[in-house]
């Protein structure tokens, strides 16, 4: 399914579900987009917003969920990042941190830099994330199933990866207005103990 | 526990000394340095195995990988470490970049610098000589580790990552710690 066909719902409503669903718990966010929408729709100090660095979010959420085992750890990835970084899927399922979420926005498009597209449409990449060890990996389309569904995974041990497929609709969200060293000493003092 | 000799019998009758890999483990970590991660080369494969034996070791796939979990395991509250080949520094150099130093987060690079000596294979001639510049072109610090001055030069790298914030290098030439090969 194209996310053209307009069945699928925004990044930014996906976001904003998720953030609903969530409390304390660290948050790793991709650079582009999916960073300044969840600053716009909840800016939180557990909130790793990144700029830069594409591809090694799912990667720095894996070193907090290593030293953290007792903490469920959660990162925000996209497909182009995804594909970027793809090595990362290998490691987390080699090393399967129960305490580790995984959720990608899938708009098959890179956004931020005006839509190219990436190549999400024909290797699916909750297929990958399966074959690479993630024991609960779920693909979904709509708002219900995605509360189901991750609202399942925060019960279950993982790894788990939540693939959500949305549109290329992008929320008027501006950038993050916390500088980044600030981002990682308040990320650090909300997520210390 | 063994520690560093920084001076030494063998260096006065012309032997070269050699630090065996458990004992700069143990030191780095007598320092404070309690995360490892990283990508494999043979100069560090002594140390890497010693890592293993503790236990301490989490194996990345890629170096900017690796500079990402030990990102993540700084903000967790530790003390990380990245061992790599220099030619892992070119892979990793954007993630140093625009992670490390711009959200001011250290890190201890342990990194061998492959090509030092012109023998070596082909593929790391460019790396080899253009290694030191390219650090102080990206204002990365980097100190050379040599037998006498050891534990100066790991107290060194620590300090200064840890005071500036910043990830800091430490290179490790062919024979100065045990490899995994003579």
Redesign the interface.
Not at chain 2, 58 to 62: D, E, K, Q, T
Not at chain 2, 67 to 77: D, L, R
């Given at each position: 399914m194209r996310p053209e066909e307009g069945t699928l719902i925004s990044r930014a409503q996906a976001i904003a579900t998720l953030l609903e669903l969530l409390t304390d718990q660290p948050v790793v966010i991709c650079n582009g987009f999916p960073s300044r929408e969840a600053h716009k729709i909840a800016d939180r100090p557990t909130h790793f917003y990144m700029v830069g660095s594409m591809g090694n979010a799912a990667a720095i959420a894996l070193g907090v969920a290593l030293v953290k085992p007792n903490r469920q750890v959660v990162t925000f990835d996209g497909d182009g990042n995804v594909l970027m970084g793809m090595g990362t899927l290998a490691t987390v399922g080699a090393l399967r941190p129960k305490n580790f979420i995984h959720v990608v926005f899938d708009n098959e498009v890179y956004g931020t830099t005006g839509n190219q597209p990436t190549i999400s449409n024909v290797v699916p990449l909750d297929k990958v994330a399966k074959s690479a060890g993630y024991l609960n990996v779920e693909r979904v389309l709509d708002r219900d199933d995605l509360v189901y569904e991750f609202k399942d995974m925060l019960k279950k041990d993982g790894p788990s990866f939540l693939l959500i497929k949305v549109n290329e609709f992008v929320e008027d969200a501006g950038r993050v207005v916390h500088e980044p060293p600030v981002i990682t000493r308040r990320f650090m003092k909300a997520i210390e103990g | 526990m063994r520690r560093f000799q920084p001076v030494s019998v063998e260096q006065v009758c012309g032997t070269p000394l050699v630090i065996d890999s458990d004992v700069f483990v143990q030191s780095m970590q007598d320092m404070g340095v309690n995360?490892f991660?990283g990508v494999p080369d043979s100069i560090l494969g002594g140390i890497i195995a010693e890592l293993m034996i503790r236990r301490l070791y989490?194996?990345?796939?890629?170096e900017?990988?690796?500079?990402?979990?030990?990102?993540?395991?700084?903000?967790?509250?530790?003390v990380?470490a990245v061992l790599m080949q220099n030619s892992g520094l070119g892979t990793c150099l954007?993630?140093l970049?625009?992670?490390n130093l711009?959200?001011?987060?250290p890190c201890l690079l342990l990194v061998s610098w492959r090509g030092q000596d012109r023998n070596d294979a082909p593929e790391h001639r460019v790396m080899g000589e253009a290694m030191l510049q390219l650090l102080d072109t990206v204002r990365i610090p980097h100190r050379t580790l040599t037998e006498k001055t050891a534990v100066e030069d790991v107290r060194w790298v620590i300090d200064t990552s840890t005071k500036m914030?910043i990830p800091v290098v430490l290179l490790l030439a062919k024979g100065v710690v045990r490899g995994l090969h003579p």
């Open positions: - | 995360f991660t989490v194996p990345a796939v890629r900017d990988e690796a500079v990402g979990i030990a990102a993540g395991a700084y903000m967790a509250g530790r990380p954007n993630t970049i625009s992670l711009i959200y001011r987060q914030h």
